[in-house]
Antibody, heavy 122, light 107 residues
């Protein structure tokens, strides 16, 4: 079945780096744009970044621009988020999510991963 | 950025009640709006996309509507499994933005 499995979260000190992964299965990964969405403890949802199905186009939230990099390896059916210069306020559950429609950049999400937890703390 | 203002922030209701949640966009987003349901410690789940299209497998007691920049999620007859937090989100333009959420609690 269609599935997204996030991993790579952990506890990291401020200023350090972390790379999240999201493994996709059950669908043609290379045909869908993919997103990262985060949720700070007890707070609402915040969209973080998107990458087009072919990896050529990306967009970022202002809060992470210049620090986070979204990428994908379609040969491995995997989405990534490289997070540098982490700050306390990056502490959150990070979800990967799939666009509903194939071959577009910009749609609602129809499949979500289970989330991976990032805690930034000294 | 497009602001999404969701109301109420919380609502108490009983099984069988009809509940309406509203989301207002700060500018025209056409029908580029989705409603998600989130239960504690779980990932969000898509309920309604394009303002009024029911996601496959979602019960028909859920419905969505739009009027200009105002959007509504209606649950016609609350079931025990519907108690959760609901979010609207616009996908008209980046950055995508969410409403602040509505927590639906049991009265």
């Amino acid at each position: 079945q269609v599935q997204l499995v996030g991993s790579g979260g952990g506890v990291v000190q401020p200023g350090r780096s972390l790379r999240l992964s999201c493994a996709a299965s059950g669908f043609t990964f290379s045909s869908y744009a993919m997103h990262w969405v985060r949720q700070a403890p007890g707070k609402g949802l915040e969209w973080v970044a998107v990458i087009s199905y072919d990896g050529r186009d990306t967009e970022y939230a202002e809060s992470v621009k210049g620090r986070f990099t979204i990428s994908r390896d379609n040969s491995k059916n995997t989405l990534y988020m490289q997070m540098n210069s982490l700050r306390d306020d990056d502490t959150a559950e990070f979800y990967c999510a799939r666009d509903r429609e194939q071959l577009v950049l910009g749609d609602a999400f129809d499949v979500w991963g289970q989330g991976t937890t990032v805690i930034v703390s000294s | 950025d497009i602001q999404m203002t969701q109301s109420p922030s919380s609502v108490s209701a009983s099984v069988g009640d009809r509940v309406t949640i509203t989301c207002r966009a700060s500018q025209d987003i056409s029908s580029w709006l989705v409603w998600y349901q989130q239960k504690p410690e779980k990932a969000p789940k898509s309920l309604i996309y394009a303002a009024s299209n029911l996601e496959s497998g979602v019960p028909s007691r859920f419905s969505g509507s739009a009027s200009g920049t105002d959007f509504t999620l209606t649950i016609s007859s609350l079931q025990p499994e519907d108690f959760a937090t609901y979010y609207c989100q616009q996908y008209k333009s980046y950055p995508y933005t969410f409403g602040q959420g509505t927590k639906l609690e049991i009265k």
